[in-house]
Nanobody
Framework: QVQLVESGGGLVQPGGSLRLSCAAS????????MGWYRQAPGKQRELVAR???????NYGDSVKGRFTISRDNAKNTAYLQMNSLEPEDTAVYFC??????WGRGNYWGQGTQVTVSS
């Protein structure tokens, strides 16, 4: 099993920044994809950003150029730096660690609320 603990959410004004962290622990295979998804009220969960085992990154179209995902493999921790936040970024952000391409599990954090409002 893998446990994911997110932190860093909160209330921020439009144009502001936040940094989310996701610390993973447990049975972590050496290869995994780590990413962030978000879900706003009444909407489907969507990809925000993810980093493949190779270091390649993918971003959702709405956050390109504003958000940056990074990863500290030694700490099994992923980060999401969010800049130029907009009210449309308001959502619950979920950390994901996916080992399924290697025949292992796919895990989710409990989510952290990000609210962008003046």
């Amino acid at each position: 099993q893998v446990q994911l603990v997110e932190s860093g959410g909160g209330l921020v004004q439009p144009g502001g920044s936040l940094r989310l962290s996701c610390a993973a622990s447990g049975s972590i295979f050496r290869f995994y994809i780590m990413g962030w998804y978000r879900q706003a009220p009444g909407k489907q969960r969507e990809l925000v950003a993810r980093m493949l085992a190779t270091g390649t990154t993918n971003y959702g179209d709405s956050v390109k150029g504003r958000f940056t995902i990074s990863r500290d493999n030694a700490k099994n921790t992923a980060y999401l730096q969010m800049n130029s936040l907009e009210p449309e970024d308001t959502a619950v952000y979920f950390c994901n660690l996916d080992q399924s391409p290697w025949g292992r599990g796919n895990y989710w954090g409990q989510g952290t609320q990000v609210t962008v409002s003046s």
